[in-house]
């Protein structure tokens, strides 16, 4: 017998990134750049409830109690990363930017995909 069920779970990671940028035509309005580096998430931990057991009640059968497991059952994680993208300089001290970043491992996780993107503004001091 199948018992179907749906729940919702909400978690949290921590990524902490370490990399090196080569920027290329420095000078230019439009830089490209590669980065390379290393990347360690700290997985969310499993919530510490108590064991669950469902028992499905059909009529005329003993009632089994199938155990369901609790947590997430994630790992953390620590992946060599590459990545490039490109700086658009609007003025002598703003820049938008846009790249992309891969891990150079063969598995994904839900809360580490393996290809990242993204878009901002920087400013030098």
Known sequence: MVVAATEFRRYR???ADLSVTRHFLVDQAIAPYVRAGVRYVDAPGDPTLPP???????PGDDIPLVPVA??????????????AGVRVRLTPRTALRAEATRLLRSDGADFDPL???????SWVF
């Open 70 to 83: 609790e947590g997430f059952g994630f790992r953390d994680r620590t992946s060599v990363q590459a990545g």
């Open 13 to 15: 990671v921590i990524p």
């Open 115 to 121: 290809t990242r993107f993204g878009i901002g503004v």
């Open 52 to 58: 669950v057991f469902i028992s499905p009640y059909v």
